[in-house]
């Protein structure tokens, strides 16, 4: 199973950038998917995740800007994030927790990482 990231960039504040994270391999089912992030010299924090049924819960610093969204049919899950500002800066990794067959319990997958930097 792997994960693969992309979007992330630079842009100037109040931009927007859109992430994606698709999965691949030997799916049975997918739960909960989603996105933290890291900025230099600190934890990784959660940003936002998305349940298999669509509930979404966010960090209290993205909510109102940020919005999750998957496609259950893609195994691929987005991050749209609006009204960028510097403290947004991080390596964004994806997440999901994945289910390789009936008969096993799901375990959780990371992406590769995707820089954003907000800066002007």
């Known amino acids: 199973v792997q994960l693969q990231a992309s979007g992330g960039g630079l842009v100037q504040p109040g931009g927007s950038l859109r992430l994606s994270c698709a999965a691949s391999g030997s799916i049975f089912s997918i739960n909960n998917m989603g996105w933290y992030r890291q900025a230099p010299g600190k934890q990784r924090d959660m940003v936002a995740l998305?349940?298999?049924?669509?509930?979404?819960n966010y960090a209290d610093s993205t909510k109102g800007r940020f919005i999750i969204s998957r496609d259950n049919a893609k195994n691929t899950v987005y991050l749209q994030m609006n009204s960028l500002e510097p403290e947004d800066t991080a390596v964004y990794y994806c997440f999901a927790a994945i289910k390789r067959s009936r008969y096993v319990s799901d375990a959780l997958y990371w992406g590769q990482g995707t820089q954003v930097t907000v800066s002007s």
């Open positions: 998305i349940s298999r049924g669509g509930n979404t």
